[in-house]
């Protein structure tokens, strides 16, 4: 067991301390600076290797960045052109940030337990949590951004009157209006609380499971850890291909004008 169980009160003071984010303020306005920090840093780290790669590209023999560039680039052009339907040309750059983001934002998932927040204790934080997916603020901040486009081409695209007419008059006809506002409602809201849930929620239960791994005598952990790791590494890409395809989907349908 963990030397840091014991300092901050066995089992249940070790999860809590992993979990727990470090946080400026109160109410409303508190601020989770890890969260911030390793998002920006992540988004910061893709940045520069794409642009690398961008400033270094050659139509002869390309070399190994280039390849991986190209080739995660033509996945997610792959995956737009079979999902979306309309014509955009914010959706390709969009669903790349989306899916790259997302993806190492969980990939921080797999770092040793202990040692991001050890090295944070030495500088004098009390917490440290790591995974910026595992904040739920994150994650809905996120799906947020993504609903407020999906308002925003609903109307561009159908105008301010024929979104009205979606939202009040399907599908039954205008004899059940209130009832169709209701369903509409319902189903927008929807969009961004199940994105933000469904990748909040796995990639938490994840984090979690490391850390009671890391609870267990030290002869059983690496019994355990490395399979879940390699485990982890399916549920990490596969979180952040499924966030990146349903907001395809999602705007997909904003573009469509009947």
């Not at 997610?76 to 999902?83: F, G, P, R, Y």
């Not at 081409?153 to 939202?167: D, P, T």
């Not at 849930?197 to 009671?212: C, D, S």
Request: charged residues 10%; glycine residues 8%; contains cysteine.
């Amino acid at each position: 067991m963990s030397t840091e169980t014991h300092e901050t009160g066995g089992a249940t003071g070790y999860i809590v301390h992993h979990l727990t984010p470090l946080s400026s303020g109160e109410g409303f306005w508190t601020l989770h600076l890890d969260t911030l920090f390793f998002s920006i840093s992540v988004g910061g780290f893709f940045l520069f290797w794409f642009y690398k790669a961008a400033c270094n590209s050659t139509s002869g023999v390309p070399g190994g960045l280039q390849n991986f560039v190209e080739m995660i680039v033509e996945f997610v052009d792959t995956q737009v052109k079979d999902s979306f339907h309309g014509r955009s040309a914010l959706i390709a750059p969009l669903a790349l940030t989306i899916f790259l983001w997302v993806f190492l934002m969980n990939f921080m998932d797999l770092f040793p337990v202990d040692l991001l927040p050890m090295l944070g204790s030495a500088m004098g934080l009390g917490y440290l949590r790591v995974v910026p997916s595992t904040d739920l603020n994150a994650t809905f901040a996120m799906s947020i951004s993504v609903f407020i486009l999906i308002i925003f081409y609903s109307v561009k695209i159908k105008g301010a009157i024929g979104f009205g007419k979606e939202l009040l008059f399907q599908p039954f006809g205008p004899w059940l209006l209130p009832f169709n506002l209701l369903l509409k409602v319902v189903e927008e809201v929807a969009k961004p609380i199940s994105l933000g849930l469904r990748l909040f929620g796995n990639l938490y239960a994840g984090e979690l499971i490391f850390i009671l791994i890391a609870l267990l005598p030290w002869w059983i952990q690496p019994l355990l850890s490395f399979p879940w790791a390699v485990f982890h590494i399916l549920i990490i890409t596969l979180q952040a291909f499924i966030f990146m395809v349903l907001t395809i989907v999602y705007l997909s349908l904003a573009h469509e004008d009947h």
